[in-house]
T-cell receptor, first 112, second 113 residues
Framework: GQQVMQIPQYQHVQEGEDFTTYCNSS?????IQWYKQRPGGHPVFLIQ?????EVKKQKRLTFQFGEAKKNSSLHITATQTTDVGTYFC????????????FGAGTQVVVTP | EAEVAQSPRYKITEKSQAVAFWCDPI?????LYWYRQILGQGPELLVQ????????DSQLPKDRFSAERLKGVDSTLKIQPAELGDSAMYLC???????????FGQGTRLTVV
């Protein structure tokens, strides 16, 4: 089954507003990856976080990995209609082969 | 830009029939994943290969599903017999290693009638 929990499941955002989606694990992770899936499309890699407390930015997107390496967040500022889609966090286990498992995702709908 | 190739894109089959999906990963990628994604849910890992070896198939319904990657390159996922509940998107992904970013194919949309 899926190793990580994502909240919220749905996010309705007014264009221009900010929002945050969270990813929580009960176990320590080797790394966390974030993917975006547009409606009708396939997941596309956004970013990978490896270090405890790591913060990475991609334009309006800010990704953070928790100090205990058990949770992560994605914060989007000034949401645009192009941000529509489902955002998944992918957890990579600490075992030898690094099994990549996904949360249920946060579906983002943007209202103009 | 290199892509993960999957075929067919769409497949309609009757229940109790056999169905197979094919995936060609990005050249040089040792790790290959098969996921099943039901509409509105996250991808569920079915099987993970490292080269030609299965390293995880804990979520694969082995009574009806099988997967192989004989030469450590392309892979086939088979369902026999198909059931109505197997209707889903089947996604293949590959990566350089199990901890690197994964690249997904466009998937095969399976409908079992």
């Amino acid at each position: 089954g899926q190793q990580v929990m994502q909240i919220p499941q749905y996010q309705h955002v007014q264009e221009g507003e900010d929002f945050t989606t969270y990813c929580n694990s009960s176990t320590t992770l080797s790394n966390i990856q974030w993917y975006k899936q547009r409606p009708g499309g396939h997941p596309v890699f956004l970013i990978q976080l490896v270090k405890s407390g790591e913060v990475k930015k991609q334009k309006r997107l800010t990704f953070q990995f928790g100090e205990a390496k058990k949770n992560s967040s994605l914060h989007i500022t000034a949401t645009q209609t192009t941000d529509v889609g489902t955002y998944f966090c992918g957890s990579v286990t600490t075992d030898s082969w690094g099994k990549l498992q996904f949360g249920a995702g946060t579906q983002v709908v943007v209202t103009p | 830009e290199a892509e993960v190739a999957q075929s067919p894109r769409y497949k309609i089959t009757e229940k109790s029939q056999a169905v197979a999906f094919w995936c060609d990963p990005i050249s040089g990628h040792a790790t290959l994943y098969w996921y099943r994604q039901i509409l509105g849910q996250g991808p569920e890992l079915l099987v993970q290969f490292q080269d030609e070896s299965v390293v995880d198939d804990s979520q694969l319904p082995k009574d009806r599903f099988s997967a192989e990657r004989l030469k450590g390159v392309d892979s086939t996922l088979k369902i026999q017999p198909a059931e109505l509940g197997d209707s889903a998107m089947y996604l293949c992904a590959s990566s350089l290693s199990g901890i690197a970013e994964a690249f997904f194919g466009q998937g095969t949309r399976l409908t079992v009638v």
